[in-house]
């Protein structure tokens, strides 16, 4: 997982968007949690045992993400019309 967010990290700031490690958090399992050591801008990332988005829980942001396909698929009509360039 480091490794990964490390990549992140180098690829995003070559088009000059950069990682808040005030704003990040890892979710982890039982299992993970003793291993936990995450890196993100040079501070460790905050472990949780439950994703909050702006103050949301997890069932909030599927809510939001649900809606978002729902959105997304009434747009397919629009992307595929021909009278559209």
């Known amino acids: 997982m480091q490794l990964t967010t490390s990549i992140l990290g180098e690829e995003s700031s070559k088009?000059?968007?950069?990682?808040n490690a005030n704003k990040c958090e890892v979710m982890t399992t039982s299992a993970w949690y003793d291993?936990?050591?995450?890196q993100a801008a040079?501070?460790?990332?905050?472990?949780?045992?439950?994703i909050?988005?702006?103050?949301?829980c997890e069932n909030d942001v599927r809510v939001y993400f649900g809606k978002a396909v729902a959105v997304f698929?009434?747009?397919r009509g629009?992307?595929?019309s021909s009278k559209i360039s």
Do not use: C, Q
């Open 15 to 19: 088009v000059g968007l950069f990682i």
């Open 35 to 38: 291993r936990m050591d995450i």
């Open 42 to 50: 040079g501070m460790d990332l905050e472990a949780v045992s439950y």
């Open 73 to 75: 698929g009434k747009m």
């Open 52 to 56: 909050s988005y702006n103050g949301s």
């Open 78 to 80: 629009v992307w595929k």
